[in-house]
């Protein structure tokens, strides 16, 4: 143990990390998508959006990887833009959902009282809410576009956070280091955000983590129903939804899109996991 | 114990006015007023279901007034008349289809608590064998599982491709000629593919947590004050570990309601099961907003009951519970 101690936090955490091999497939399979999302337009032969009436519902051939669908587009380089648009949507959902949970988490549980009932029963109502319900509804007042779909999904999927964060902070305010802070004058805002926060941070990236798996299924999930995001735009989800219909005579448009998501999802929950156990101590035995 | 359920008891009001204020502020959600984006959304919307809109919501009327008219209505559960063709009441449309779906939650939930628990009863008591291997596998898998997609591939599989399992429905076209016995397969062959998609997602996240709970206990001194007076280890597993192990399990059966019940606009409208899942789709398809309000709050309000439920039941067989 002593020996441990002695080596720093960042090569415990490497060493850690490197070892659970299921965490590096998760890594690899996330940074293989950036790569993918960020050269869209170097790793695709077709346009994603070229309509070809000569060439609709071939099958996965040398010309087209992935085969074509119902309109003759490539299903390759649908989904290699898909690939951008369903990222977006992760990474700008779980944003929205972690800076709401960080903010009402660290109030609730820097300023406890009055502050953090009204926070935690308000945390409890939003749980209580069937999730998939309230953004259906939501979006059926607002229209479905891919910036609404975002925001919606970060403002249902911001409690898991909240209530984290202020476990954190819960603890944390107990310590010296915030007492100290407090002694020398340092600001409530100063001390939750300078002192505190910094130290709470390492559970919110793994649950983020995580999120973005979540968000990507929440976001499939709607443009599958037609909600989410509307084509021509290409989503993994739509491409599904376009796919069903021509199920049993073309099931590459049903079968590849599917297991992208699922693939990226797992590749997301296995880095966020992979993150958890190497950050966390008590859970490394 | 009756301190703590009148107080739990009491907690319910608030929730309820909770739910009902947000589900108020959707309506509000739109830029302008909700009939403006009605107008925006649709083309073809009507100019008398404007003024339907404007009336049934109080839309001239200061806010305030707008949330007391809309909450009184609520409170004995009146949610107007659907936009819909027939225009009957929203409250019959939702109640005439809410047997279904509260009958296929309750069959998920019966299965995530019969394979769930074994599983990771098994994943605790033998940690890192085969086993436990696969199962975190299996766990993850669930969780990454994009289910709407699992069902359509199975609906293909077994309805289509192997023709064992009717595509959609709850019953056929011959239910009413069928014998008893008949008609109780017949459900089962139209609900099979429904009920284990719809418990799938949580099966994965349930026998987590139950290997989590379970690792926990036994590492506790009571457990092994247990086996050191010579109890066999099924004894100690199953009758001195497991409940305790459980406990936790309840709440977190009830926290992931509101994920199944979401799940039904997802697996209904695969299946094509008339329940209150479809109709909610098919409300928010056709932009019937009274109709959407109505669902909202009331399966919000469903929710809540199996909360109280769970917690309640919990207070009673845990004595340990106490509020403060």
Same mark, same amino acid.
């Given at each position: 143990?002593?020996?441990?101690?002695?080596?720093?936090?960042?090569?415990?955490?490497?060493?850690?990390?490197?070892?659970?091999?299921?965490?590096?497939?998760?890594?690899?399979?996330?940074?293989?998508?950036?790569?993918?999302?960020?050269?869209?337009?170097?790793?695709?032969?077709?346009?994603?959006?070229?309509?070809?009436?000569?060439?609709?519902?071939?099958?996965?051939?040398?010309?087209?990887?992935?085969?074509?669908?119902?309109?003759?587009?490539?299903?390759?380089?649908?989904?290699?833009?898909?690939?951008?648009?369903?990222?977006?949507?992760?990474?700008?959902?779980?944003?929205?959902?972690?800076?709401?949970?960080?903010?009402?988490?660290?109030?609730?549980?820097?300023?406890?009282?009055?502050?953090?009932?009204?926070?935690?029963?308000?945390?409890?109502?939003? #749980? !209580?809410?069937?999730?998939?319900?309230?953004?259906?509804?939501?979006?059926?007042?607002?229209? @479905? &576009?891919?910036? %609404? /779909?975002?925001?919606?999904?970060?403002?249902?999927?911001?409690?898991?956070?909240?209530?984290?964060?202020?476990?954190?902070?819960?603890?944390?305010?107990?310590?010296?280091?915030?007492?100290?802070?407090?002694?020398?004058?340092?600001?409530?805002?100063?001390?939750?955000?300078?002192?505190?926060?910094?130290?709470?941070?390492?559970?919110?990236?793994?649950?983020?983590?995580?999120?973005?798996?979540?968000?990507? #299924? !929440?976001?499939?999930?709607?443009?599958?129903?037609?909600?989410?995001?509307?084509?021509?735009? @290409? &989503?993994?989800? %739509? /491409?599904?939804?376009?796919?069903?219909?021509?199920?049993?005579?073309?099931?590459?448009?049903?079968?590849?899109?599917?297991?992208?998501?699922?693939?990226?999802?797992?590749?997301?929950?296995?880095?966020?996991?992979?993150?958890?156990?190497?950050?966390?101590?008590?859970?490394?035995? | 114990?009756?301190?703590?359920?009148?107080?739990?008891?009491?907690?319910?009001?608030?929730?309820?006015?909770?739910?009902?204020?947000?589900?108020?502020?959707?309506?509000?959600?739109?830029?302008?007023?909700?009939?403006?984006?009605?107008?925006?959304?649709?083309?073809?919307?009507?100019?008398?279901?404007?003024?339907?809109?404007?009336?049934?919501?109080?839309?001239?009327?200061?806010?305030?007034?707008?949330?007391?008219?809309?909450?009184?209505?609520?409170?004995?559960?009146?949610?107007?008349?659907?936009?819909?063709?027939?225009?009957?009441?929203?409250?019959?449309?939702?109640?005439?289809?809410?047997?279904?779906?509260?009958?296929?939650?309750?069959?998920?939930?019966?299965?995530?608590?019969?394979?769930?628990?074994?599983?990771?009863?098994?994943?605790?008591?033998?940690?890192?064998?085969?086993?436990?291997?696969?199962?975190?596998?299996?766990?993850?898998?669930?969780?990454?599982?994009?289910?709407?997609?699992?069902?359509?591939?199975?609906?293909?599989?077994?309805?289509?491709?192997?023709?064992?399992?009717?595509?959609?429905?709850?019953?056929?076209?011959?239910?009413?000629?069928?014998?008893?016995?008949?008609?109780?397969?017949?459900?089962?062959?139209?609900?099979?593919?429904?009920?284990?998609?719809?418990?799938?997602?949580?099966?994965?996240?349930?026998?987590?947590?139950?290997?989590?709970?379970?690792?926990?206990?036994?590492?506790?001194?009571?457990?092994?004050?247990?086996?050191?007076?010579?109890?066999?280890?099924?004894?100690?597993?199953?009758?001195?570990?497991?409940?305790?192990?459980?406990?936790?399990?309840?709440?977190?059966?009830?926290?992931?309601?509101?994920?199944?019940?979401?799940?039904?606009?997802?697996?209904?409208?695969?299946?094509?099961?008339?329940?209150?899942?479809?109709?909610?789709?098919?409300?928010?398809?056709?932009?019937?907003?009274?109709?959407?309000?109505?669902?909202?709050?009331?399966?919000?309000?469903?929710?809540?009951?199996?909360?109280?439920?769970?917690?309640?039941?919990?207070?009673?067989?845990?004595?340990?519970?106490?509020?403060?």
């Amino acid at each position: 143990m002593s020996e441990k101690a002695s080596r720093t936090f960042s090569r415990i955490f490497k060493e850690r990390f490197l070892s659970d091999w299921l965490a590096v497939v998760g890594a690899l399979i996330v940074a293989g998508l950036f790569f993918v999302a960020v050269f869209a337009p170097f790793l695709v032969q077709h346009k994603p959006e070229i309509i070809n009436a000569k060439d609709i519902l071939s099958p996965p051939s040398a010309k087209h990887w992935l085969g074509t669908d119902d309109l003759g587009r490539d299903v390759f380089a649908r989904m290699v833009y898909g690939a951008r648009i369903s990222l977006s949507v992760g990474f700008v959902a779980v944003g929205i959902a972690t800076a709401i949970g960080l903010v009402l988490g660290a109030l609730a549980g820097y300023f406890g009282g009055w502050m953090d009932e009204l926070i935690m029963r308000f945390v409890d109502i939003m #749980l !209580t809410l069937p999730t998939f319900f309230l953004i259906l509804a939501v979006i059926a007042f607002l229209s @479905p &576009s891919i910036y %609404n /779909i975002m925001i919606v999904i970060g403002v249902t999927s911001w409690m898991s956070v909240a209530r984290l964060v202020r476990a954190e902070f819960l603890s944390l305010k107990e310590r010296d280091f915030v007492n100290a802070a407090r002694a020398i004058g340092v600001s409530d805002l100063g001390i939750i955000f300078r002192h505190i926060m910094p130290n709470a941070l390492a559970p919110v990236l793994v649950s983020a983590t995580l999120g973005v798996g979540g968000a990507i #299924l !929440t976001e499939s999930s709607l443009s599958f129903l037609g909600i989410g995001v509307q084509p021509p735009t @290409p &989503s993994w989800g %739509n /491409i599904l939804t376009q796919g069903k219909d021509y199920i049993e005579i073309a099931w590459w448009l049903s079968v590849f899109p599917g297991m992208a998501i699922l693939v990226t999802v797992m590749g997301y929950n296995l880095l966020g996991e992979g993150l958890r156990d190497a950050i966390d101590p008590r859970l490394y035995r | 114990m009756r301190a703590y359920i009148i107080r739990r008891l009491i907690m319910v009001l608030p929730m309820m006015i909770g739910i009902t204020l947000i589900s108020f502020a959707i309506i509000h959600l739109a830029p302008g007023s909700p009939t403006q984006a009605m107008t925006d959304l649709n083309p073809n919307v009507s100019s008398e279901s404007i003024v339907k809109l404007r009336q049934i919501y109080h839309l001239d009327e200061p806010i305030y007034l707008q949330y007391w008219l809309w909450l009184k209505k609520v409170m004995v559960l009146d949610f107007g008349d659907s936009f819909s063709q027939d225009a009957r009441p929203v409250l019959d449309k939702i109640l005439e289809r809410l047997p279904i779906t509260l009958l296929i939650n309750i069959l998920s939930l019966a299965i995530i608590f019969l394979i769930s628990i074994p599983i990771g009863v098994l994943s605790a008591t033998h940690q890192y064998s085969y086993f436990d291997r696969i199962a975190s596998l299996f766990v993850f898998f669930g969780f990454s599982m994009p289910t709407f997609w699992f069902a359509l591939l199975l609906m293909i599989l077994f309805g289509v491709w192997l023709d064992w399992l009717p595509i959609s429905g709850v019953v056929s076209m011959n239910h009413a000629n069928l014998s008893p016995f008949g008609k109780i397969m017949d459900y089962f062959t139209h609900l099979l593919l429904p009920v284990t998609m719809s418990a799938l997602t949580s099966l994965a996240g349930m026998s987590r947590f139950t290997r989590q709970s379970m690792l926990e206990v036994i590492r506790q001194d009571y457990v092994t004050c247990a086996r050191a007076k010579g109890l066999p280890e099924r004894t100690v597993i199953y009758k001195h570990a497991l409940k305790n192990a459980t406990l936790p399990i309840i709440t977190l059966l009830a926290l992931s309601i509101p994920g199944l019940i979401g799940g039904s606009v997802i697996f209904e409208t695969i299946y094509s099961i008339p329940g209150t899942g479809q109709l909610f789709y098919q409300a928010v398809m056709g932009r019937d907003y009274p109709l959407v309000m109505g669902s909202l709050v009331i399966m919000a309000f469903l929710t809540l009951f199996a909360n109280l439920l769970a917690d309640v039941s919990y207070a009673m067989v845990d004595p340990r519970i106490h509020y403060e």
